[in-house]
């Protein structure tokens, strides 16, 4: 049976585009009320037009930059300023930075470093904390298939995402005795502008193994009302992860490297 989520509260970070558009989409219909966070304020703005036309719900928008030091303490202060209590974190804001890792300028990669596991952590642990004490609340965490081996060209990034899988896969436990609910999600490349915002053209390789995003927001979410620890949508994804586990780890992170840099 599923979850009934009507009238609960459900915080996405990254609500512009991508992703969280989507998570946006299926928990508005399932009668969620929306507190949505990221930059771009016009961009949530109109997706909240278009959602409060089609369901019976509460948006409240907070425009941030979650890469600032402070910004998840922030984010925490002013939901509960606003009496919104938490019951759904999507913890899915983040970034791709492509290229070699000494030819980007650091603080581009210490700002994605930020976002991508500081903010999460630093928001995580603050709802968590509420949730707890409450003895319920769903938490999902967006990793990726970049997690699962080194990944030439997005070094940092993937272990930003390394860190994460396991981060979640640890608390997802931690957390079960409480009756608080962490799932992580590892998609694989899918359709949004991550590659676009990363600084990378799309290859032959991305073409064949692209996943629409709805798809893949539609999978992290069941399994976070089903409890799982982890998930990784999408049977190529699944075949490529299992068969990696039987090469070398120098080997995994050259044939990656190789497919991500492909023309
Ligand atoms: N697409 C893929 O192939 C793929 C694969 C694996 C994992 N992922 C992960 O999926 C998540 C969502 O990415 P996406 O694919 O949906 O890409 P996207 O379309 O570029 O969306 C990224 C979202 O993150 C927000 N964001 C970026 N920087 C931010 C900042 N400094 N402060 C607040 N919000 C910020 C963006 O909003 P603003 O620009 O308005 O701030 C946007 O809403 C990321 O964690 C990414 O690592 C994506």
Redesign the pocket.
């Given at each position: 049976m599923k979850q009934d989520l009507q009238g609960r509260w459900a915080l996405v970070?990254?609500?512009?585009?991508?992703?969280?558009v989507d998570y946006c989409h299926l928990l508005a219909a399932r009668g969620c009320h929306l507190l949505m966070?990221?930059?771009?304020a016009e961009?949530m703005e109109k997706l909240a037009e278009t959602l409060r036309a089609r369901f019976n719900i509460r948006i409240e928008i907070i425009a941030?930059?979650?890469?600032q030091s402070g910004a998840a303490a922030e984010l925490f202060q002013r939901s509960e300023a606003a009496g919104i209590c938490v019951d759904i974190l999507i913890n899915?804001?983040?970034?791709?930075l492509f290229g070699e890792f000494t030819e980007q300028p650091l603080t581009k990669t210490l700002s994605m470093l930020q976002?991508?596991t500081s903010c999460v952590t630093e928001l995580t642990y603050l709802y968590a904390q509420q949730m707890r004490q409450r003895r319920s609340g769903h938490i999902l965490l967006?990793a990726?298939?970049?997690a699962f081996q080194p990944l030439p060209g997005y070094a940092a990034y993937s272990g930003s995402?390394a860190y994460i899988l396991l981060f979640g896969e640890a608390l997802h436990e931690e957390l079960k005795p409480d009756g608080v609910h962490l799932t992580v999600l590892a998609?694989?490349?899918?359709a949004?502008?991550?590659?676009e915002?990363a600084g990378q053209q799309a290859s032959w390789y991305h073409r064949l193994v692209e996943m629409p995003?709805r798809t893949v927001a539609a999978a992290g979410l069941d399994a976070l009302f089903a409890g799982k620890a982890s998930v990784l949508p999408g049977l190529l994804n699944q075949l490529t992860v299992f068969v990696c586990r039987f090469l070398p780890r120098q080997w995994q992170g050259r044939i990656a490297g190789r497919a991500m840099r492909s023309k």
């Open positions: 970070t990254g609500a512009s585009s991508g992703f969280g966070a990221a930059r771009r961009a941030i930059d979650l890469a899915n804001a983040g970034v791709g976002l991508n967006v990726s298939i970049a995402k998609p694989g490349i899918s949004t502008a991550f590659f915002v995003s």
